[in-house]
């Protein structure tokens, strides 16, 4: 039995339902953040994952105000988030960016955008 299970099958052992965080696969709760784990325990952890005491995979990034259990919910500011949860810097006089494209959305002050998403100094 695993102990990410929330709940299980009490003729086959197997989980129906995994404790938040965690995916249901065959029966097996996965950390997502694992990248090779054996039953309940992690060996490496994905890129931006670090492995924590109890050998499972935590977010991790020092670009993330408030990190989630598989990806960053709000950056720092200066950074953006991305649709895969990332927190990459935005670029020079960009305010806000596209999630999946990192194009500018939005130029800070002084500055306008271009056509390709750029900010350029006015």
Same mark, same amino acid.
């Given at each position: 039995?695993?102990?990410?299970? &929330?709940?299980? #099958?009490?003729?086959?052992?197997? %989980?129906? @339902? +995994?404790?938040? *965080? =965690?995916?249901?696969?065959?029966?097996?709760?996965?950390?997502?953040?694992?990248?090779?784990?054996?039953?309940?325990?992690?060996?490496?952890?994905?890129?931006?994952?670090?492995?924590?005491?109890?050998?499972?995979?935590?977010?991790?990034?020092? &670009?993330?105000? #408030?990190?989630?259990?598989?990806? %960053?919910? @709000? +950056?720092?500011? *200066? =950074?953006?988030?991305?649709?895969?949860?990332?927190?990459?810097?935005?670029?020079?006089?960009?305010?806000?960016?596209?999630?999946?494209?990192?194009?500018?959305?939005?130029?800070?002050?002084?500055?306008?955008?271009?056509?390709?998403?750029?900010?350029?100094?006015?």
């Amino acid at each position: 039995m695993s102990r990410f299970c &929330n709940a299980y #099958n009490l003729e086959n052992g197997q %989980c129906l @339902t +995994c404790l938040y *965080g =965690f995916t249901l696969s065959n029966g097996a709760c996965l950390d997502p953040g694992c990248q090779s784990q054996t039953l309940d325990t992690c060996q490496a952890c994905k890129s931006n994952f670090v492995l924590n005491s109890d050998n499972y995979c935590e977010y991790s990034d020092a &670009n993330c105000l #408030n990190p989630g259990p598989t990806r %960053c919910e @709000t +950056c720092r500011p *200066g =950074f953006f988030i991305t649709f895969e949860g990332f927190c990459p810097r935005l670029p020079s006089g960009c305010a806000a960016a596209h999630l999946q494209t990192y194009q500018c959305l939005e130029c800070e002050g002084g500055f306008q955008i271009d056509d390709n998403g750029n900010c350029f100094v006015i």
